[in-house]
C-alpha cells in the first residue's frame, strides 16, 4: 500500500506535467505509441506472468528455471514483435514523429517485459516488499527526470528516452533482488519452454483480450477523429487508471494466496471473496461517483484549460471505476481457480462487443458534443457492467451470499446520500466538495453499520501496529541521534 501511495503521487505528478509542457497533439502521439505496444506487450508476455505466479505459489522451488525459460522466450516474442510494428506503421502511414515515439516506446516494452517477468516470480514467492521497493525505484527516475527534461524544454523523444532508462533502473535493482537474496542462477530449459508457451496460451487470450479492449478506443479514436481528441481521452484515461490502485494492491497480494487455497484449502475460498468483494464495492463507489462530481475542475487544474473537453469523459469514467474494480476481482478469482477458459469467453465477447459500440458512441459525441473521447468512456460503461453480470452468474453457488447483497445496497445508499451533498458544492474550491462528500459517506457508513465489528477490530489492530512501529522507530532514531 505504501508503494502504491507512492507511484500513485509519482504517476500523477507526471500526468499533470506532459499535457501541459507537450500539447495535446503530442500527449495523442505519445499514448498512441503506448496503446499499440499495451498490445504487442501481451503478445511478448503470452501469458507467462499468470503462469509464473501460479507455478511459483505451488512449487517455490522452479523459480531459477522457470525465470530464466521466460526471458529468453520473451526475448524472441519481442524481437518479432517489432517486425510486425514496423509492418503495421508502415502500412497506417503515420507522421514520421510519430513513428519514432512509436519505436522509443517499444525499446522500453522490451525491458518492461524483462521487469514483469521478475515481479511475476517474487509475487510467487509472496515476497511484495521487493516488487514495491523496485516499482518507486523505476517511478522515481520515470518522474523526476521526466519533469527536468520537460522543464529544460525537451521534447517526447526525450520523454520517450526517460521511459527506457526507467525501465533500465527497475530492471538491474530487480537481478540485485533475486541474485543476492534469493540466489536464483537463471537456467534456461528448451524443452520446458514449450511447455510453458502451450501452458500460458489461455492466459495469453484473457490478456490479449484485456489489453486491446483497454487500448482499442485510441485506436478508434485516431481512425475517426484526430490526435487532439486522443489527448483529451488519454489525459482522462491515464488519470483514471492511476485509480486503480487499490484493487491492484489487494490483487497483487491475495492472487498467490487464492491460486494456492483453491488446491490447498477450498473450504476457505467463500469466506475471501466474500470480505474482498465488499471491500472493492466500498472502495469503488465513494472513488467513483465523486469522480463525477469533481470531474470537471479536476482536469482544468491539472492539465489546464485545454483539457476541458476531458472534464466529461473523466465524469463518465467514474461509473466505469466501480464495475472496473469489482471485474479486476472476478476476473482474478476466475484465474486463481483455473476457470480462465470461461473468463475468456468473457473477456472475448466485451472486446468484440467494444468495436461496434466505439464505431457507434464516438461519431454520435462528436456531432452532439463535439467531443468524440465521450463516446470511448460510454462504450465502457455497457461492457464494464456486462462483464460484472456475467462475472457474478459464472460464480460457484454460495460463494456470495445475501449480506454481500446487503451490504452492496447500503454502500451504494451511502454513495447516492454522497452525491447529494457534495453536488451543492461542486462549483466551489476542488477541496470544498472532496471533504463534504468523505465526511458523508464515511459517516453513513458507520451510521449504517456497514463494516463488520470483526473488521473494524482487525483495522483498529493494523492501526495500533502502525503507530507501535513509527513510536519505534522514532525512539531508535532518538537513541542513534543521542549516541
Request: aromatic share 10%.
Amino acid at each position: 500500500m505504501g508503494s502504491q501511495a507512492i507511484t500513485w503521487l509519482l504517476t500523477l505528478l507526471l500526468t499533470i506535467f506532459l499535457p501541459r509542457y507537450l500539447g495535446a497533439a503530442a500527449v495523442g502521439q505519445l499514448y498512441l505509441g503506448i496503446s499499440i505496444w499495451m498490445i504487442m506487450g501481451v503478445f511478448m508476455a503470452f501469458g507467462m506472468d499468470t503462469f509464473l505466479i501460479k507455478a511459483i505459489a505451488r512449487d517455490p522451488d522452479r523459480a531459477p528455471e522457470l525465470l530464466g525459460t521466460t526471458l529468453v522466450v520473451r526475448t524472441l516474442l519481442s524481437i518479432l514483435s517489432f517486425g510486425i510494428v514496423a509492418l503495421y506503421a508502415h502500412l497506417v502511414r503515420y507522421p514520421i514523429e510519430t513513428l519514432y515515439i512509436i519505436y522509443l516506446v517499444g525499446v522500453a516494452q522490451l525491458l518492461w517485459q524483462w521487469v514483469a517477468a521478475c515481479e511475476a516470480v517474487l509475487q510467487g514467492l509472496e515476497t511484495m516488499e521487493h516488487i514495491s521497493v523496485a516499482r518507486v525505484a523505476g517511478k522515481v527516475i520515470n518522474t523526476f527526470l521526466g519533469i527536468t527534461v520537460l522543464l529544460l524544454g525537451y521534447g517526447i523523444y526525450t520523454i520517450g528516452i526517460v521511459g527506457i532508462i526507467a525501465a533500465l533502473g527497475n530492471l538491474l535493482l530487480l537481478f540485485i533482488i533475486l541474485g543476492r537474496r534469493y540466489h536464483l542462477r537463471f537456467k534456461v530449459a528448451p524443452r520446458r519452454a514449450v511447455t510453458m508457451v502451450k501452458t500460458s496460451a489461455s492466459y495469453l487470450t484473457i490478456a490479449l483480450s484485456l489489453v486491446f479492449y483497454n487500448q482499442v478506443d485510441v485506436i478508434i479514436i485516431s481512425f475517426l477523429v484526430d490526435e487532439q481528441t486522443i489527448g483529451w481521452y488519454s489525459a482522462s484515461d491515464r488519470l483514471f487508471s492511476t485509480l486503480l490502485f487499490v484493487p491492484t494492491i489487494i490483487i497483487i497480494a491475495i492472487f498467490p494466496m487464492l491460486a494456492r487455497t483453491h488446491t490447498d484449502d477450498p473450504t476457505a475460498m467463500p469466506q475471501i471473496m466474500r470480505r474482498n468483494f465488499d471491500m472493492m464495492f466500498l472502495i469503488s463507489v465513494p472513488i467513483g461517483l465523486g469522480l463525477m462530481i469533481v470531474a470537471d475542475p479536476l482536469v482544468v487544474l491539472l492539465f489546464g484549460a485545454e483539457f476541458a473537453p476531458s472534464g466529461p469523459v473523466l465524469a463518465v469514467m467514474g461509473i466505469v471505476l466501480i464495475f472496473t474494480y469489482l471485474n479486476i476481482l472476478l476476473g482474478k478469482f476466475m484465474l486463481a481457480t483455473d476457470r480462465q477458459n470461461i473468463w475468456t469467453v468473457v473477456m472475448v465477447t466485451a472486446t468484440v462487443l467494444t468495436v461496434p459500440l466505439d464505431l457507434l458512441f464516438i461519431p454520435w459525441c462528436r456531432q452532439m458534443f463535439a467531443n468524440g473521447a465521450i463516446g470511448g468512456a460510454l462504450s465502457y460503461v455497457v461492457t464494464e457492467s456486462g462483464m460484472v453480470l456475467a462475472g457474478l452468474l459464472l460464480l460457484p453457488r454460495g460463494l456470495l451470499g445475501w449480506a454481500n447483497v446487503r451490504t452492496g445496497a447500503l454502500i451504494m445508499l451511502s454513495g447516492l446520500a454522497m452525491v447529494g451533498a457534495t453536488w451543492w458544492f461542486r462549483d466551489a474550491f476542488l477541496v470544498v466538495p472532496i471533504l463534504v462528500g468523505a465526511v458523508t459517506y464515511i459517516g453513513l457508513i458507520l451510521l449504517l453499520r456497514v463494516i463488520s465489528s470483526e473488521d473494524r477490530a482487525l483495522l483498529t489492530q493494523l492501526a495500533r501496529q502502525m503507530l507501535q512501529r513509527v513510536r519505534r522507530r522514532n525512539r531508535e532514531t532518538a537513541s542513534v541521534g543521542g549516541a
